[in-house]
């Protein structure tokens, strides 16, 4: 396989683990990155003395592609846990006047929980056979799973179990997470998430989650800088030309195989003639969109050493989550970010910072006058969202997606994780690995 040239376009973590999986089976492959480092949402960045991972924030014991390429590299010593907790970890919801911490990884937790009903603590029960009949359905394929996709996640709670832990469970766990709107996601693609993923352990990387992504980078080819203007294909077996500009000059790539890593609603403006497929296919991605705040903040008064919440939708506040913690140096990390209904992303940063302030000195006083220094990290290409119809969709296109001698991955054909995103570009490395 040598003598096999594929270029990868995009250098986040799906397309760095095609490239790292098609360079270990011997073929020449060269990445090329429109930013000036790799990892996509999967970095990390360094800003008053803090590391903060501004994209995605922990990985599962549940990505199993993930933790066995770790293991290829070598470096399962720099794994660390993320929380405390042996499983899941602690959040603070709001609920009126009242704030109650519960493990939003961990369904026994929502059981002895005081800020819903009983009658809502009781209906979790009606979860369980949905999770046994999932629970043998492969995470990386959600397609294949059973069961109509025909209603939104929040239609299928207040339907099925129990308004108020949408409202106070769900909803507002989906919104900081992933900036999902209650129509963002399906009530299938709900089970098939949590099926998989409440009850696990979080991990992250002693040096930050960019950690794992600039160590992959760094056994690759990677061409920084490198925007992709077009890609012209001929049929399976004819190869393709990878048009791009770097530092200004116009280049170009001949390749046996291409692998397509951007976002979604990027992919059908590369082509001057999609295949019908893809045509079909990619209309039907969208991503969320958010931003966060990071702050700086100094005092000494004990209400700055901890604190914060989530912010459920039905709650009137403007903020999905804020949380601060007092670092060993005295010194305090904050972060905040508004709901998904509330944030616009024609916002200009100072707008942003006086609308999460105003909440934030509202719910805790103190912080008024403490900060410092503030960053604003945009993320216009935040996850994919899986509507109702959605999967139904993804089988279509995974049936027949006329791939070569173009291939793609992205979490949005699977799931929206930094644990997805990498599993797709694994089997995007193996599709081509059958045809070469």
């Known amino acids: 396989m040598a003598d096999r040239k594929i ?18 089976l011997g073929c020449q492959v060269t990445l090329l990155e429109t930013s000036s480092k790799p990892g996509g949402r999967m970095i990390t960045i360094h800003w008053q003395g803090f590391q903060i991972d501004p994209g995605a924030s922990f990985l599962t014991s549940r990505d199993a592609y993930l933790f066995q390429l770790v293991d290829e590299l070598g470096i399962r010593d720099q794994i660390s846990p993320f929380k405390n907790e042996n499983s899941g ?15 939003f990884m961990k369904l026994s937790s929502y059981l002895r929980w005081p800020t819903v009903s009983l009658a809502a603590r009781l209906s979790m029960v ?32 207040n339907r099925k ?8 469970w769900v909803e507002p766990t989906m919104d900081v997470m992933c900036s999902y709107l209650p129509g963002d996601y399906s009530g299938k693609m709900l089970l098939l998430s949590y099926v998989n993923y409440l009850s696990t352990r979080t991990y992250s990387f002693k040096e930050g989650l960019g950690y794992f992504t600039q160590v992959l980078a760094d056994r690759l080819n990677v061409e920084y800088n490198a925007r992709v203007v077009r890609i012209d294909y001929r049929a399976a077996g004819g190869g393709a030309q990878v048009h791009y ?55 000494d008064a004990p209400a700055l050493d901890k604190g914060g919440a989530f912010f459920p939708q039905c709650e009137p506040w403007k903020l999905a989550v804020l949380g601060w913690e007092r670092k060993p140096d005295g010194r305090i990390q904050g972060m905040a970010a508004l709901k998904a209904g509330c944030y616009d992303p024609a916002m200009s940063n100072e707008e942003f910072i006086r609308t999460i302030m105003a909440d934030a ?68 490395a193996e599709r081509i690995s059958k045809v070469i």
């Open 7 to 24: 270029v990868v376009v995009g250098a986040g973590i799906a397309g760095l683990t095609a490239a790292y999986r098609l360079q270990r």
């Open 89 to 103: 970890f602690q959040v603070v919801i709001v609920r009126g006047n009242t704030h109650h911490k519960v493990n």
């Open 126 to 157: 009606k979860l369980f056979p949905h999770f046994w009949r999932y629970r043998k359905y492969d995470p990386y394929y959600p397609e294949l799973a059973p069961g109509d996709d025909a209603e939104t996640m929040q239609e299928f709670f």
């Open 161 to 168: 179990i129990h308004r108020e832990m949408f409202d106070y």
């Open 245 to 299: 500009l770097q530092d200004g000059a116009a280049r170009t790539l001949d390749a046996d195989f291409v692998v397509v890593a951007v976002p979604g609603e990027a992919v059908l403006d590369l082509f001057e003639q999609p295949r019908s497929a893809w045509k079909s296919f990619f209309p039907h991605v969208h991503y969320t969109s958010s931003a966060k705040l990071f702050m700086l903040l100094e005092g």
């Open 361 to 428: 000195i509202r719910f805790e006083p103190a912080l008024a006058g403490h900060i410092e220094d503030t960053l604003v990290f945009r993320w216009p290409h935040k996850v994919p969202t899986f509507r109702p119809g959605y999967l139904a969709a993804l089988k279509g296109f995974k049936e027949a997606p006329q791939e070569d001698p173009v291939f793609f991955c992205g979490d949005y054909l699977i799931m929206g994780s930094a644990g997805s995103a990498l599993a797709s570009g694994w089997q995007c």
